[in-house]
């Protein structure tokens, strides 16, 4: 069975600790590089990572923002805080400003970034006592074991491209591109269409960084791709105001967001961040099984100077892919793992409370 909603009771052995105490060699270190502001399937990939930082899964090493407005920054805030991840380090990119979103494509979408930065605790002020990506990402790297850390895309590549320039510093005597080289694990990126076409994440905003990227990151780095053409299928987050505590800002996000009584919506990031922790085998522990397979074995992604991307097929390259679903796994399947990660409810931190609870209860 691909998805056992038997096996999602958290089990006192698997929980018998704190998650300080849970083995470091099953928690996989991450970085989240989110263009967190727009559109707020962002938000459900910051609880999916937050829940899986907390269970011991994942190690969210930081969350690093890809637009300039300050209330992505303090937005992420809110989220962290919620699941009592206070200290994650967040950065924001420069300069900051005060935007806030406008729907001016279809004018049915609504602004939540701010709303949930007023309205929720936060432990970040303010947006300008944030390091800069750059800064974090050099930070976090230069400490990391070798080969160690997955970095997770949602948004536009702009601050990855700084990375890959950066000169070296005080912090580390390596370059960028060298520091990727030696500490990253894999990139996992939500962007482009598969095996060619255009979309948002890689064209929409900075074609220039996506394409210096994608062209030029080191090949011994793997890379996989959650193409637009897999999240805009998966339609998660229904019923979320039956299942999710009235204060949560993740509800109200959606609310906000989506409108008019609803919170179904488009999974691009969410999706990317799963596999992004999970990989392809998902978690039995958890009950979830295989939901993402690889749609190549060979290849590479090349993006031209609009961001349009196309597969190369290559046979000398085996290590970059783009996703799919997995055999027999179905689309409302993967929305209904997702949406249980945004209702849960992070209130009780310590062991006892997770052990008593089954993450997808109905």
């Not at 204060?247 to 799963?274: F, H, K, M, N």
Request: with cysteine; net charge negative; aromatic share 10%.
């Amino acid at each position: 069975m691909i998805f056992n909603w038997a096996l999602l009771i958290l089990s006192t052995l698997a929980l018998s600790a704190t998650v300080d105490g849970v083995s470091t060699s099953r928690r996989k270190p991450i970085i989240i590089d989110t263009d967190i502001f727009s559109d707020v399937d962002d938000v459900g990939s910051l609880a999916i990572a937050n829940w899986l930082h907390n269970y011991g899964l994942a190690d969210l090493r930081g969350v690093i923002v890809n637009t300039n407005s300050s209330y992505g920054a303090l937005a992420t805030s809110v989220i962290n805080t919620y699941f009592g991840n206070t200290d994650i380090p967040i950065a924001a990119l420069r300069p900051l400003t005060n935007e806030t979103f406008v729907d001016t494509w279809a004018f049915s979408l609504g602004e939540y970034a701010s709303k949930i930065a007023h309205h929720w605790p936060r432990s970040l002020n303010d947006a300008s006592a944030t390091l800069t990506p750059v800064e974090l990402y050099r930070s976090i790297l230069s400490s990391a074991e070798d080969k160690s850390v997955t970095l997770i895309s949602i948004g536009f590549l702009t601050n990855l491209a700084a990375l890959l320039d950066s000169a070296p510093d005080g912090v580390t005597p390596l370059a960028g591109s060298a520091l990727v080289s030696a500490k990253v694990k894999e990139l996992v990126v939500m962007g482009g269409r598969y095996p060619l076409g255009w979309e948002f994440n890689f064209g929409g905003q900075d074609p220039t960084s996506t394409s210096h990227v994608v062209n030029n990151w080191p090949r011994n780095i793997p890379i996989t791709y959650s193409g637009g053409e897999l999240g805009e299928v998966i339609f998660s987050g229904e019923g979320l105001a039956d299942h999710a505590p009235l204060d949560s800002p993740i509800l109200a996000a959606y609310q906000w967001y989506v409108g008019r009584c609803s919170t179904l919506r488009e999974s691009w990031d969410p999706v990317t961040t799963l596999y992004g922790i999970l990989g392809l085998e998902g978690s039995r522990e958890l009950g979830i099984g295989k939901l993402f397979a690889y749609a190549n074995e060979i290849g590479y992604n090349e993006v031209a100077a609009d961001g349009t991307n196309t597969w190369m097929n290559d046979s000398t390259v085996s290590n970059q892919h783009w996703l799919r679903l997995a055999d027999g796994v179905t689309n409302t399947t993967v929305a209904q793992v997702l949406t249980h990660f945004y209702a849960y409810d992070p209130s009780g931190k310590n062991c006892s409370s997770y052990k008593k609870r089954n993450l997808f209860e109905r």
